[in-house]
């Protein structure tokens, strides 16, 4: 699981750093480091350009995994140049983002959007295949996600915008329901695609969403 | 035309439905117009939903000026825009106002229409929605509570007998009817042989169904949906003869060409009838009745 990001075009940085002229940047050395939008070549970019437009880079620094704990250890090892800047600039994805917000005290800015959590198919090729819903589906849908692989999210079949197994807003994309109906038709379980779905309940979690886990002993 | 739909279709006339097109801005005339010019010769209205999710007057609000002037509506609903609580409520609101007949469909995805950053409702599908109807009519909610006073409609939905691949589509088809389809309204079919053999599968279920007859009005057109609309197949032969009359004719040899379509559906007793899409063009709909053999000799209209 990935959190697949990209980067802000460089003019919203810019002006979301207005009137902020001393910075440090934060890059994570997972997922934005595998998407090439936060790894330590892209903190060196932006570094260097922020430094064209007459910004002072106080410090920077790629910590492992900027969502977990451990990036308030590689915080404190960087408290000085911290304590310089105006503000961090996270080229992380939003968890890291919330992370680090949780740790300093100066305006924390995000570099990146970001934009599902997915899988990498190839070389450089991310897409969803999850759209944490939290009524999972995919024991009767051959595996594959409706919710997450068709535009509209639709659990009782194909819409009429399916063309040619491709997907009404974009021909580069796969019909969702047309893959669904071939894996099914190919396990012989095609009465799956012939039942009754009803509306999704989408208060499984009311938002915002948590989960607190119950120790078994409290359970009793 | 006093007779409600299902009336018509459970008549074993020929049945003949049309569609008006509501403006974009508050100019209702030539809606009006064209409620009018058709109310008399079809045996139904539809008035489409923020067709392919272009913003537009709505469809319950065309569905309400065809009632006050006498025609019978078909009021098209798409699950795009409301979620089931809009939904429901604009269904309650029809039923007062003496809409009878409603078209449910999942909608066009927001991206292929003029508002491209919106959000897409999809709370409820069209099956869904079908299934919704029918409780309703059974004096519940979707929240499981009792209606002060029940709903009643003629429901129907569509299908695109010419997608590909089909197998999916007929699935869906069989789905929508168990939700409680009574009618079908199809995606433009041009290719008879391929409608019939659609009807082969559809002829097994108690539903009737509506060949879709979308309007040619030049090559140029014809070609375009062939490559941009999903699920409609215009044939060459179909190109070549609007092809082979100058510019200025090809709008009358659509009509033709439509007529000749309809009239033979009819001959053959393919389907229960036709759908009539002149997208744009509501004005030419008579003509197309009349091609199609559809419309009583003129001089014996008074009778």
Known sequence: MKSITRQKPFAEVQQLLEELDRAFIIGCGTCATMTRTGGKDEVLEMKERLQELGKVITGWTVVPTACDEMTEVALRENGAALRDAGCILVMACALGVHRVGIYVDRPVIPALDTLFIGVEDGPGHFHEVCAQCGQCVVGETAGLCPIALCHKGLVNGPCGGTNNGKCEVDPEKDCAWTLIYQRLAKQGRLDLMRKYYPPRNFQVVPRPRGVKLVSQETQL | ?303
């Open chain 2, 1 to 303: 035309m006093t007779r409600s739909l299902r009336e018509a279709l459970n008549s074993g006339k020929f049945v003949v439905t049309s569609e008006i097109g509501p403006p974009k801005g508050t100019n209702i005339e030539k809606m009006l117009h064209h409620i009018d010019l058709l109310k008399d010769k079809v045996d139904g209205l539809n008035v489409t939903d923020h067709q392919s999710s272009v913003m537009r007057f709505p469809s319950l609000g065309g569905c309400l000026f065809i009632k006050e002037r006498g025609g019978e509506p078909i009021l098209q609903m798409t699950c795009r825009d409301r979620n089931r609580l809009a939904l429901q409520a604009e269904l309650l609101l029809a039923h007062t106002r003496g809409i009878r007949n409603v078209l449910c469909l999942t909608g066009d995805a927001v991206p292929v229409g003029d508002h491209k950053e919106a959000k897409g409702v999809f709370d409820l599908d069209s099956v869904q929605l079908l299934r919704a109807i029918r409780l309703l009519e059974s004096g519940k909610d979707l929240g499981g509570n009792n209606l002060d006073g029940a709903v009643d409609f003629c429901a129907g939905a569509i299908v695109t007998p010419e997608a590909q691949p089909i197998e999916p589509q007929l699935i869906k088809f069989a789905k929508k009817v168990e939700a409680g389809a009574e009618f079908f309204q199809t995606q433009a079919i041009y290719d008879l042989d391929n409608f019939a053999k659609f009807m082969r599968y559809a002829r097994q279920f108690p539903v009737k169904v509506l060949a879709g007859i979308v309007l040619l009005v030049s090559p140029r057109m014809a070609k375009y949906m062939n490559d941009n609309v999903p699920g409609i197949f215009v044939p060459q032969n179909l190109i070549d003869e609007l092809s082979s009359v100058p510019k200025e004719e090809a709008l009358k040899k659509g009509i033709e060409i439509a007529g000749r379509m309809i009239a033979a559906l009819r001959r053959d007793s393919l389907c229960d009838g036709v759908h009539i899409m002149a997208i744009g063009r509501e004005e030419v709909v008579p003509d197309i009745l009349a091609a199609a053999g559809l419309l009583p000799q003129e001089g014996k209209k008074e009778g």
